[in-house]
């Protein structure tokens, strides 16, 4: 990847190449590690939700224990959803900043003057009511193609989004699915901690207050 960044880098900004490198690195952290967390409980406290994920799963894997390929993960379509919904409710990185460099005018008549930092609270924009009906519910469905199509692209931005968006976004991908599968493949997962019963504090990255627990059973 470092490679690549150096033979594209027309301008010899290595200082935006760092920034690229240390956002990839970052992204393939602390923030995977909280998306995990969240994602486990909400599926230890939907067994309709995991019981699809298995049934997904077992149409995919069948009764072998192989590990999956880059064609097996795009297959989970359904384990995505629940990906996509999970960081819904908690993004990893709650809050993101941007620099205007010129004034932005809203239709409304509001004004955001040049040279101003904008705080977006990615975790608030995700629980507008008018983008996502009953706002608090884990919905893995509200993710499917037919229930996209109209949605606003800055409508879901737990990767930020345009020009800016997070390099590390498909690799988290990439690492989430993987290690789900295999956890669901092999375990019954049942809820000890309740999602109703989460406390959050946020730093760079989104974290609960009190550690979360889930019990595991062999299937």
């Not at 037919?146 to 800016?164: K, Q």
């Not at 295999?182 to 809820?191: A, E, N």
Request: net charge negative; charged share 25%; proline share 6%.
């Amino acid at each position: 990847m470092l490679d690549l960044l150096l033979q594209n880098e027309k301008d010899g900004n290595i200082d935006a190449i760092r920034e690229e490198v240390d956002t990839f690195l970052f992204e393939g952290h602390d923030t995977t590690a909280s998306a995990l967390c969240f994602l486990i409980v909400e599926i230890a406290n939907d067994t309709t939700v995991q019981n699809k994920i298995y049934d997904e799963l077992t149409h995919i894997f069948g009764d072998t224990k192989r590990a999956p390929t880059m064609d097996d993960l795009a297959e989970m379509k359904y384990l995505e959803c629940c990906i996509k919904e999970s960081l819904r409710l908690y993004p990893s990185v709650p809050m993101i900043s941007r620099y205007m460099t010129k004034e932005m005018q809203f239709g409304n008549g509001c004004k955001i003057p040049a040279e101003s930092v904008c705080i977006i609270c990615v975790y608030d924009v995700h629980r507008l009511p008018n983008l996502y009906p009953e706002t608090e519910k884990f919905i893995p469905e509200r993710f499917l193609p037919e229930n996209t199509v109209d949605r606003h692209p800055f409508a879901y931005i737990p990767f930020s989004a345009g020009p800016r968006n997070c390099i590390g976004q498909k690799f988290a991908m990439l690492e989430i699915k993987p290690l789900i599968s295999g956890l669901i493949r092999r375990f019954h997962v049942d809820p000890v901690t309740k999602t109703t019963d989460i406390r959050y504090k946020s730093d760079l990255v989104l974290r609960s207050t009190h550690p979360l627990y889930v019990q595991f059973k062999n299937r």
